[in-house]
Structures are given as C-alpha cells and as structure tokens.
C-alpha cells in the first residue's frame, strides 16, 4: 500500500481527493493537512466520514507534517500559496500532484501576466509535467511533479485538441461558452455564493478574460508547435504539427445553480466544406482506446451522465449551414476536472491501472 | 375597461397573461378559453389564483366562446393549431395577438422548412405585424394581428440589433449560446422534464438546429434589408441598411435547472478594430429611451435581476486580444419573452402607456 | 400620497418592502436608509430596481435621515439594534412598523429569556401593538407601532388560531413542524448558507428551541387568556376564552433548498372524537371574510401557490385512527411572512383597503 | 463470483442497485430484465454506464430470463406486481430480494387494506424475511425471501426502535413528519413530477394515510409483542417486550426539492422525566456496534451527509419543557432505503462483510 498525504485537506478539491483515496484499494491516506482547521477531527468539519475508517481521523498542522512519510502529495491550495509549499517539498523523493494553477506553465511569463503574483521557481514550472493524462500520459508516469490542469481547461481540451489537429479547422475561431457548478468556487464566504444569490438563477463571469483562458490556449499552442508527441486524431498517419500557427481563443465561463459538472459549448469554424463523418473519425482516433472519454453519437452530453464520475461525453455537430462545429463536452469538475483527474495521473505515477478507485459511474438520479 | 380574452389558458404562458392581466389598471378578463380544462374551475388547476377576483371562474370551451365580445384575444397555442384559429377569428374587428410561431415569418416558406408544417393562411402571415415592440414600435400600434416573438429570439435581438447595424461587425460571425429555464419547454408531460432527470444537471439541445434560430436570422436580415425604418443605433445620422449583405447566425440552446429566465451569451466578430465606448454609444442611442431595456456598464446582467418583470438587462465586452465582442442578455422568458411582451404589445394597441400593468421590479430573493 | 421610508433597506425585508412600495399606488418612498452602504446608488447593490423610478435612488445614512419628513417608517433591523432606533423614533407623530423581534412581547422577560439581551424600553414594548392582522385588525388602525410578526408564528398561527380556541383541543399536544427556504436566514455571510452547503439537502436547526417557538406560544397564551377579542371560530357565539389552561407547544424549524416560503405542518390531539366537517366550519368562521386567507377543502397548500403573494393557503385533515388534526399553512415568509404583512398593517394605519398593493398572485412556475 | 440479476432494471431503484453491483468486488451482474426496454442497450437509456464494464449491456425479457442461472434475484417492480413474479421464482433454490411492498407484512389483511389490492400468495408473505438488517440481521442470513422495508420506514424505524423499548416511552404519541427527494417517486411521467411544479417549492401529501404507516406501525407492533428478539437498546439487561401495548403512529410524508434523501423529524412523548444522557445510553446500544447506523451527538443530521452512502445519521434532543423526544433521522431513500439496504441484506445471504461495495460516503458538495 502507498503512502499519500493531501495538504489543503478541507477545501472542497480536499475533501474529494480524500473521499476518492478512502474508496482506493491500493493507498492508504497518511496525512490530511490542513491550516484552518489542525487539531479537530475530520468528521467534526465533514459528518459524511462518520463511520468509515476516517472517523477518528485528526487533521494535522503543516509544521507537524513529515512528507519524507508519504510516497506522493497532494497539493490542494490557492495559487501564489501553492508554490511556496512546492518547492520546499520538491526534490525529497516524494511525488507532487499540485492542483493549483502555479505548475500549469512552463513559462511563467504567461503566469504572471494571467494570475497577477509574481512565481517564485520559474525552474520548476519548466520541470512540472502537464497532467491531462490523455494528451500527456507517458510523460506523467515519470514525473516528479504534476501540474493537474484547470477544471474548464480539462473539459475544453479535451472537446477540442482532436480538432485542432484537423488541418482544416480555423484555429482562430475557437469560442468556448463553458458553464460550471458552484463548487468550482471552493469553499469560499463571498456574498455572490450564497444560496439566495445563486439559486435559480445564472449569470456569465470574466467574459474573454478568465485565467482559464490562458491556459486553454498555453496547452493548445504547446500541442501545435509538437510539444506533445501524439497526433491526437490526425486524419493521416504523420502530421507535423511544428506549426507557426497558432490558436487564440475567446473563452467565456458561467456560473450554474448546481453543485458539480461542468458543460462546456464549443464552437469552431472549418475552412473548408467536411462531413459528420469525417469528424466522427477524428475524435475515434483519439479517444477510442481511452477509458474515461466518451464520444457520443446519437445523443448530447448531459452533466447528470458524468456527475459523481471521472468520466469525460463529448459530442459534436457539423453544421453545413455555416460551416461550424459545435462540440459539446461535459465533466464532473470535482473529478475529471480536479480530485479524479489526479488520482488517475497518480495510479500513473504508482503504476497502477489508470482506473483503479476511479470506476464509479455517475450518481443518477 | 378594454375586455380581453386568452385562447389556451391554461398552459404556462396562458396563466402568465392570466396573472398580469388580473394586475392590469385598464382591462378586464373576459373569457378564459380552455380545451383541455373547460367547465373547470381555473382555481382548481392553478390554486394560486383562490382569494383573487379570479376565484369563481370558469374556464370555457371554444364552442362557448363569443369573440366578438372581446376587444383583443391572445392565442396561447401550439404552432400548427394557433393558424387554423386565428384565421377564424381574424377580420372580424378583433385585435390578436398570437404567441406561437405561427404568424412570425412574412415568408411562410422559410416558416414550412423550419417548423415542417403546411401554413394555410399565408396571406394572413404577411399581414401580420412582428412585436417585437423595441424594433417595431409604429407598426404594432396600428395591427389587426401580432406575432409576439419567440423568448430566445427577443433575448437575442436585443442583445444583436445595435450591433448588426453596426458597419464593421461581421454579419457571418454571430454565435448564439443561450441558456434557458425549464417553463420554456411548457407544460409537457415528457420524461426528461421530470424534476429528477432535470435538477442538478445542465444540457444543450437542437444544437445549430433550434427553430428560433430561422427566426432571429429572419429577423435580422429583414432589418438588414430596410424592412425596419429605425436605424437601432447606428453612428451614423442616417444609414442605408439597404444592403445585400445577409447575416447567417449559429444558435445553441441549453436547458438549465431554473423556472424562468433565458441567458442569451452572443459573440460577433469585428472586422477593424474598436472599442469599448464606441460600441456603448451603439447601445445607447438604441435603447436610451426604452423603458425596459437596461444596458448595464460595469456590472453584468443576471437571471435573478429580471426574473419575475418585463425588463431586459444588456451588457457587452469588446475583447481586443481576439477583436469579438461578447453581448450577454438576459429576460424572464415567461415576461418579456412571452406573456409580458404580449401584454406591452396589448398597451400600444390599446394608445395606453407602454409600461402600464407592467412595472413590477424582479423577484428577489 | 403618504410618504413612508425604511430603515435597514438593503436587507432582504428592506428590498422586498422596496418592492412592494414601489409598486403601491398610495405610498411615495421617501428615505432609504442603510448603515452599510449610506452613499451608494440602490441600483448598484440590487440591479432588478435599474429603469424604475428608483433608478437613481441613493441610499441614506441615518444621521442625514429626518423621520419627522415621513408619515410612517418602516425598519427591518436585527433584534437588539431596532430597540434603540425605534425608541429613538417613537412619539414623534411617525407611525412606525418594527420588523425585529423587540417588540412583539409586552413581557420582555420573556423576551429577554428568550433572545439573551436585555431589552431597554420595556414600557414600549408595552405598547406596541401585535401585527398580526387577522387577529389584531381594529388595535392596529390606531396603534403608533407595530410589532410586525415573525415568519414562522404567522404561519403557525393562522393554522393554530381557530381550533384553539376549539374546546376539545389538548393544548399541551401542539407540535409545529416548519419548514423555510433560505431567504429566512438574511443576507447574512455563514458558510452553512453557501449554495454548495444548502443546495439539494435539507436539515432541521434549533429543534425545540427557536425563537419564535416563544412567540406563538407567548400569543396563543394572550389569546386564551382574552386579551384578543376575536372569538376566531369558536363554534359557540359566545366563548368566554378567560381560562387558566395554556398551551404549551413544540416548534422545530428546518431549512430547504428553495428561496422563499414556508410550509408548517401542525399536530394537535383531541381530547374527543371530532369530524372534518366540525373543524371545517371553525375554519370557515375564522377566515371566510379574510381576503389573505384561503382555507382549502380537496386540495393541499403548496409553497408555489402562495410564493410571490400575500397569501396564506391553510388545509387541515383529521385523523380519525389517532384523534388528532394534522393542520397545513403555506406562505410566502418574506410577504405575509414580513414585508407583505408590514404593508398590510401600513395599509390598515392609512386607512386604505387593506390589500392596496398587495393584490399580486403568486409567481408560477 | 456470485451471479445477481434484476427484474425491473430500469425504475430508478433498478438503476441504482445496477450502479452498486457494477461496484461490488463479489458480484457479477447476470441478467437485467426490463418489459418496458427489452432488446435495448442499457446505455442507450442510462448513458451514465457509457464506458463502463455494461457499455454492451443488453436489456432483457422476462420470457428470455432464466432465474436458475442466478444465484440472487432482485426485483425493483410495482407493488402487485411483484407477487406475481415473485411467486413464480420462488422455491427454486435462487434467494430472492424484493423491493415493493409485497412481502413486508407477515398478515396479508393490513397489507391489503393499506394497498387496495388482493394478496395472491398470503403463504409466502408468512415465509418472507423483514429486511431491516438492524432490527433482523440473523434471520436475514438464511432467508429465501427478503422482503426490503421501505424509504420512509427505514428511516423511522432507524430512529423510533430504540426508544420504543424504552418503558418511559407513550407509544400512542408517535408522529414523524418526513421529507422527500423527488427520487422516491420513481420514474413515473405525472405532471406533479414535472421540474416547473417541484422546483423552488414543497408539498405535504397522504398526511396521516400514506400505506408506509401502516409498515412502521406493523413493524413496530411485531417488535414489542417480541417477534423480533433484539432487545434494541433497552437500558435493563433483559426486558419482556412481549407486551399488549400496542404502537399507534400519524405519519405524515412531504415532497422536497431535491433529488435523493430522506429527513424524518420524530415526536414522542415521555410519561416521565428523563434526560439527554439517559436517552444516548439508549442509542450508544442500539447501535455502537452498527456500521451503517451513526448517532450524532453535537451535530444534527443533514442529507448532504448520506445522500450516495449507505450510512444513516440520527440524532435526538430531549425538550424538558414538553418532555417530549425530537428525533432527526436522515438516509439516502435510493441507497439505505432501497437499493443500498438490499444490498446489504445480499451480502449479508452471501455471508460476506456486510459493507461489502457499500462503503462509499456521502458525494458531497
């Protein structure tokens, strides 16, 4: 049995990552830190883990924490903080999945500009491998230190990089209307997060400006200029994608009255005439052998499908009218698109197999 | 006091009018036309209406029903059955105004491919006036016959309109994601509008495919090609829309767990560059005088602020990294798409003030 | 026109009798007065007021408010702070309506036992008049303040009045079990009130030891004891309600994921056998005149019936196997609840037909 | 690897027990028997098993199934139904869990008053297992028939059972007043059901007649005439439960907005004083020893915190104003009130650990 450790345990991402580590057959969860709440019992702050072995679970302080104990750690913390915690425990033999946006940059440059916080190991972004375990997975078996991408950059990439290999797609066209639940905002007192506020209602967030944004269009300028290897559902057998070209994306999310799931809409322009078919085959190629992406054909993609899961359901639509496609991707944004997503790149990482405590479907109804 | 009649009172959209017009200071419920509920109580089906004037009254079969008795009729029906009704009460000194699709297309070609029904009183579709009040103002107030316009098409309009006239958007570029509650879909007995398949959850539908995507394109390009005389903030003093140019729009629906309420998120590319201010003056000119019309600056619109009143709330971001503009609507669907829009339409019809029955402020929380 | 003003306006009862004045044809809003954000436009902070007459409203500061420029004021401030302002306000010819808790116990040990402050005007408690006012209609024509009553005592005591005063009830076997939607709790920043921790569960809090469980007990023991004239459905003519006996009740709150509105559900044992139709006409005595009372025969009280109104919608079933009578009230807790309720004593104060602005049905669906 | 199937896989408890045996590391699903659906994909009605080990799933046909190939048979049918085919498997040598109301009255007459509905096999509701595994955990081990106790009657009998035995206890005085996740109604294409009529609001329904009365009285009847031989708490070493006394409960259920779990707020009257201790002693024995059964002591139950586990959480305040009990008892309806309790009861016939595939917690935010 591995040894893990989660630092920033009571967050919400905290709390799934624990939840999911609780159900896995092959780790046994050593230390669950936390700043706010050391000294209590896990159960006092989260009644759902009454009963199970974490009932007398205590939540640890950072400076009682040895992280030389624990096989890998997770870190769950607010950008900016993250960083600082990294690089103190990087380097010890311990592996790192940090879920913070600090890593998800090899050039801090973009960081900075986006997040506005000066990075603080630049040297480190560039070792920090970039966990989306499907475009980037043999890499992740190796790392030391995973960068588990952005929760709407996970639903995104996913729905467009096999398109975005398509040598007839428009890569200046790509808008993104991404819409997600309210757990995406964490655990955090903000007036506009109140029941009252958010309850039967929706509004739009950030329009063209979230920090998401950046990293959507970091990763597929990486891909474009071959910085991943795999062809990613090319039509032909060899493309070489060391392009000059380069993506630039308009991305807007929303704020949904649900807890979980996020749907994002897609929309891209072709510069030529293709067929349903034709795009069919592209997203075959790349996901057909995937575990956790499911390519829809006759139905569309709904949160409740995925929600509770770390499964990803695309769909798309060739529109001939106007020449676009629609692609319509949803994900459970507390699992594929955060906590799920990071035990798979760790069963990587252990070697293990990829969907090992990761097989539970959705929670319908 | 005007009497006023509703042919299909009982669906959600006949009991929204039923409930603004018990409001309304200047007219007074006739009959309440009912095929699946005559002989019934209203209050027997909708409890809410006990202890108002309303509480002994009786819906009414078609047969009973005098129109002649009637100063104006709202038809609340299905496409396909509100034509062979309307025709039969046209023409005899009766104002209507029809809140299906009926009567929305001059041209009932583009009306038969969209909607696949035979129209059978094409001559009746050109005579009757569009209500959308904002871009039509003149016209309705001298109409036999409205065709209120469908909810995402007035959430789109309005948000499109000042930017269509607008010489350097690209008029090939529009994208349509909008969002919409639950009693857009009616009241249908139909399992994926269960509570349980549509809490929590979030889906898109008819993707590139809806109807009220030929109607928002219709309407644009009649505008476009001088059909309307209100030039809808152009810059310039006067404006020859008479152009060939067309604008061919991509429009995807989503369905999201909330009553009422559409958000409307749209996205027009430019072809110069612009800015900020220069397309708010666009959007203040057009809308200046509207009483229910708000085009907010530093906030964005939000469900919750109209819900439950007539108003539309507009904003817009010009995002330079991309040269697009990001407009985002957002209306009561059962309001100002639908019921409360047909009742402003009632008032011009009527030479009475535009907002009168129609000032309540949205319910919050 | 009277000229009325509110202070603490941007609570949740503040905005929601803004609502309500702003649409009352026989009141002017004068001053709005908020600590927290004196100096700031209402529109900013509550957008659903934006093209109103309220559009360019500014909020006050309460040392720039003058309350002898209003005929009646209106505050909705915490318990233990309204106190202090009220007593600063009273007898100087303003009519003043108290939305707190400080007022509505002529006793105030109860009071202070209760809430756990000392109360500092006991002899204005004295005075103060009960707003409840289907039982305390002709006091409150004259009364110089107000005691607005508390949400759930409302809808529990407009269940529980009539068969109270039933003679074969057991007074000591009143059990309430109520139920609120969120905006109960304010506008206030607790993490128990965040979407994700109230969204899709439910719980109850305070069982047996709410607040208001000392109000409805505190106003049915008056009530026994005759203070309140009305015989409220007494099945004799005469009733001579001066008894020893008290009840003693039992009141447990929950919270459920919706916005507004209450649902009670009440039990009480009868010390003999009884018949619907019995209890029926108890009902019907008490509220067959009232216009905000609806006492349904076939049918059960729903929250959406009632939710956006001011009325309250009763139902009861006895339960010949146990005895006992399970009674059902649906309001709306910010309308009848506490603002609906405030505008309603307003009106009687006024002299106005007591549903003057008030005539709204319920919002649905 | 023991062979399970379901007859009814489609109702929603179908699907559920479908998503907890695909989980389960001792079983293997065999047949899933569906008369609506047969011939279908299982993924073509419940796309959230896209990916999983039942993409290929096909649905079967009553005629085509052979229950000798199944070690264990669950069936999720309609009350009235179940008879039928369950008297059919039965005997066979295959165990049989059924889910409907059929078989949980030992005395088919209050079955058939409560249901309406003939009973054709009164013989094997004599020979079936009440599968509550608290109260019934030996007998259940060699069952051949399990009759599985309902939602509501889980959740109260959880809370109820170990103060019935307590001799303080007035066992006439007994109301639970319970909340509903929509879930509970099944699938089931009723307009009531519809989003637009459940959202943002709540109902009671069958107060004081709703046929799971009658199961928690029946149950609680056979529990203190000694049917059942656990003494469940009681505070002497032996108690003679074999009493004349007989249980009278008012049971009154409600609809909530939300999608899974079950609260029930429980009142009881004590003959005499008693205190907060004296009553935890009770539960500490009925149930310190459980694993799916927590008893909170500071905190009070909340759905959140079961809902996706098998776990109930109860808590209980003593009121020594009224001495009266307030118990809270929260489950998850679709897991340890149906699908998750039989899956309980089948581990527990196939005699392995009782959490077996159960151990999950609460999906939480």
Same sequence: chains 1, 2, 3, 4.
């Avoid at 750690?73 to 913070?100: M, R």
């Avoid at 209307?177 to 903000?190: E, F, M, P, T």
């Avoid at 200029?225 to 929303?254: N, V």
Wanted: proline share 4%; aromatic share 8%.
């Amino acid at each position: 049995m591995k040894k893990v450790s989660i630092i920033g345990a009571t967050g919400y991402v905290g709390i799934e990552l624990i939840r999911l580590l609780h159900d896995h057959p092959e780790v046994e969860i050593k230390d669950l830190v936390s700043k706010s709440s050391a000294g209590q019992l896990l159960v006092d702050i989260y009644p759902q883990f009454r009963g199970s072995i974490l009932n007398d679970y205590q939540l640890r302080a950072m400076e009682d924490f040895k992280p030389e104990e624990s096989d890998l750690i997770f870190t769950a913390l607010p950008h900016g903080v993250s960083q600082n915690i990294v690089s103190e425990l990087y380097g010890k033999g311990t592996k790192i999945i940090d879920l913070s946006g600090d890593f998800r940059y090899h050039d801090v440059k973009v960081y900075e500009k986006w997040y506005g916080v000066k990075h603080k190991s630049p040297e480190l972004a560039r070792e920090a491998v970039y966990g989306l375990v499907e475009l980037n997975r043999e890499k992740i078996k190796g790392a030391e230190l995973i960068a588990n991408p952005g929760c709407y950059v996970t639903a995104s990439l996913l729905g467009l990089l096999p398109l975005v290999s398509f040598e007839k797609a428009d890569l200046n066209s790509i808008i993104i209307d991404a819409k997600s639940g309210v757990s995406g905002a964490g655990r955090s007192l903000k007036e506009n997060l109140l029941f009252t506020e958010t309850h039967n209602t929706m509004k739009a967030y950030s329009p063209g400006v979230h920090r998401h944004s950046s990293e959507i269009e970091y990763v597929l300028n990486q891909f474009l200029t071959g910085k991943y290897k795999k062809t990613f559902g090319s039509l032909k057998d060899q493309i070489d994608l060391e392009t000059e070209e380069k993506a630039k994306i308009l991305f807007t999310p929303h704020l949904i009255p649900i807890k979980r799931g996020i749907l994002a809409t897609i929309y891209l322009d072709l510069e030529e005439q293709s067929s349903g078919s034709e795009i069919m085959e592209l997203y075959q190629r790349a996901y057909n052998k995937e575990r956790f992406v499911q390519v829809l054909k006759d139905s569309l993609p709904e949160i409740k499908n995925v929600a509770g899961s770390n499964y990803a359901q695309l769909a798309f639509r060739y529109n001939k009218r106007t020449n676009r496609v629609i692609i319509i991707s949803a994900i459970d944004n507390m699992l594929k698109g955060a906590a799920g997503q990071a035990v798979q790149n760790m069963n990587l990482i252990f070697n293990l197999p990829e969907e090992t405590g990761l097989e539970a479907t959705a929670l319908f109804p």
